[in-house]
């Protein structure tokens, strides 16, 4: 029961359906490609939440979480923000991959190779 508090807090159920019904053109492109298992058979959820986070991509099976990083990433507050969230899900026992939006549109393979590359379970 521990980790139900850790994930899908109720409370965050209307910011994460917001979320998921207005994804970025970079969320929205890699999404087709992790959606219904296509990714070596991995299911991902989009806009799941972990503690008070809103990850973008969340992998149960991995313990995977997949953000994407636009401009407003681009600045200190944004950067330490960010740092601080990945420390926090990383003591969790999580591994968080970051890409920034360009890389999903320019280099799509290169990030789906890197994704598939942290699988533990091959």
């Not at 990083?69 to 990383?90: F, K, S, V």
């Amino acid at each position: 029961m521990k980790d139900r508090k850790l994930h899908s807090k109720k409370e965050l159920g209307p910011f994460r359906k917001m979320l998921r019904s207005n994804l970025t053109p970079a969320e929205a492109f890699l999404w087709k490609h992790l959606k219904a298992r296509s990714l070596a058979g991995r299911r991902f959820t989009k806009q799941h939440s972990i503690k008070n986070y809103i990850v973008d991509f969340y992998c149960a099976s991995e313990k995977l979480i997949i953000e994407l990083d636009g401009e407003a990433h681009n600045n200190p507050a944004a950067i330490e923000y960010d740092e601080q969230r990945t420390e926090l899900l990383t003591q969790l026992g999580y591994h968080v991959l970051r890409f920034e939006n360009k890389m999903v549109f320019d280099y799509l393979e290169s990030v789906l190779k890197e994704i598939k590359g942290n699988f533990k379970n091959k």
